[in-house]
């Protein structure tokens, strides 16, 4: 299963608008991902990407690391590697009008 790791961006973690836009996007794949919070180096239970309630119960804070994962396709580092810029971002930033 490929992995990917990245550090939250955003201000307020993975809670509320980050965390429907993250779940948004995992479901837009064509592969599932699960996400993992990274506790001294090492990732604890992982859940869907895609289940808002999944991601706000892990508890992610801004600065935390993630890891996410992707069941073996020829899709799946695209699919991560679009994933970790997503969550590179601020996701609770407003949007430019």
């Known amino acids: 299963m490929p992995r990917r790791r990245v550090s939250i961006a955003s201000g ?3 809670h509320a608008r980050p965390a429907a836009l993250l779940a948004k996007s995992a479901a837009a ?3 599932s991902v699960t996400i993992a919070k990274v506790t001294d180096g090492v990732a604890g239970e ?3 990407a895609a289940s808002v309630l999944g991601l706000m119960g892990l508890g992610v804070e801004h600065g935390d690391e ?3 994962g992707a069941a073996d396709s020829a899709e799946a580092g695209s699919v ?3 994933l970790v810029e997503l969550l590179s971002t601020d996701l ?3 949007p430019a009008s």
């Open 12 to 14: 307020v973690g993975l």
């Open 29 to 31: 794949q064509p592969v």
């Open 46 to 48: 992982p859940v869907d």
């Open 92 to 94: 609770d930033a407003e």
């Open 80 to 82: 991560l590697d679009e």
């Open 66 to 68: 993630v890891e996410l």
